[in-house]
């Protein structure tokens, strides 16, 4: 299949998606398979330039998504992954603080011999040269088309979420000692969440939604033949099922998609083209990661033998 043609960016950027089935088209060749839910509102975030907010239980694939976009969009990913505490400095921009320190040593040694003017080296101290960007600044400032993943902003508290509010709606923020900085172009920005805090009103506004869920059975199956396609169709509709059956018991954490990806590469490994009990037990610490789980996963599962090889 040749490759579709992208449409120029009306706005003066980066050429992006053509339409919904190019947005399918691209998406699958990165191995993303989307749904009619996706695939519009990737569309719909590219064509008016507004985030995309995506939520859903861990392992469903929100962080894959923009992977795939970035490499459907043949642009940069920046990754911003969040976590409680964290700051501007590690988020936005800090400042070399060692060089910044030897900048000033020179300048009293110039001083000493008549030389610098202290307004100067403050005014050079706090230029481009001393600045340090991190993820959102560098995403801001891209010359090259760009997607910024901000990943489980969950995790960050409501103070971080002003800072994220001023890039999300106005394409820029404000630097105490450069002034305000804007972007050059319109990142495709993704944000994701575990739902382990209600996010604000305002920041969900600025954003379209999209909720993944752990896939149905087919479209796991699919997910399983697309990623590992040495596996053999039986038994990846065997161990979808098991895996659908799994997420169904009350489990600390049930197994993600990535998981069913690695249980399905383990069995490979092993030599197991089908999986009976015996087979479930053996390899269930793969595809869960908690000892009450494996405990209960185990006596929930009753498999018939597998079948003797000749």
């Not at 719909?44 to 330039?49: G, H």
């Not at 972007?183 to 944000?191: D, E, M, N, S, W």
Request: hydrophobic content about 40%; charged content about 30%; proline content about 5%.
């Amino acid at each position: 299949m040749s490759e579709p043609a992208t449409a120029p960016d009306p706005h003066g950027g980066v050429a992006g998606f053509e339409s919904v089935a190019d947005v399918r088209a691209r998406l699958e060749r990165a191995g993303y398979l989307v749904d009619p839910a996706i695939e519009t509102v990737v569309y719909l975030a590219d064509r008016l330039r507004k985030p995309i907010l995506v939520e859903g239980p861990a392992g469903v694939g929100k962080t894959e998504l923009a992977k795939a976009v970035a490499h459907a969009r043949g642009a940069e990913l920046v990754r911003l992954q969040c976590y409680e505490g964290l700051d501007e400095a590690k988020a936005l921009y800090e400042w070399n603080y060692k060089k910044q320190l030897l900048r000033i040593t020179h300048a009293r040694g110039g001083d000493a011999a008549g030389g610098e003017d202290w307004d100067e080296v403050e005014d050079d101290l706090f230029g481009e040269d001393y600045l340090m960007e991190r993820p959102l600044l560098r995403a801001l400032r891209n010359t090259r088309e760009t997607v910024l993943l901000v990943d489980e902003v969950d995790k960050v508290d409501f103070e971080f979420e002003a800072l994220l509010l001023e890039i999300l709606s106005d394409f820029q923020v404000t630097i105490p000692e450069l002034g305000t900085v804007s972007g050059q172009l319109h990142p495709f920005t993704v944000l994701t969440s575990n739902n382990t805090r209600e996010l604000s009103e305002a920041l969900k506004r600025r954003c379209l939604y999209l909720y993944l869920d752990y896939p149905t059975v087919e479209r796991e199956r699919q997910i399983v033949l697309s990623r590992v396609p040495e596996a053999p169709e039986q038994l990846a509709d065997q161990l979808v099922r098991i895996v659908r059956s799994l997420r169904q018991l009350e489990l600390k954490k049930p197994p993600s998609i990535s998981e069913t990806l690695d249980w399905t590469r383990t069995l490979l490994e092993l030599g197991f083209a089908s999986i009976d009990e015996d087979v479930a037990k053996r390899t269930m610490n793969v595809l869960l990661k908690y000892q009450q789980d494996v405990e209960k996963a185990t006596g929930h599962l009753r498999l018939p033998p597998r079948p003797e090889m000749n």
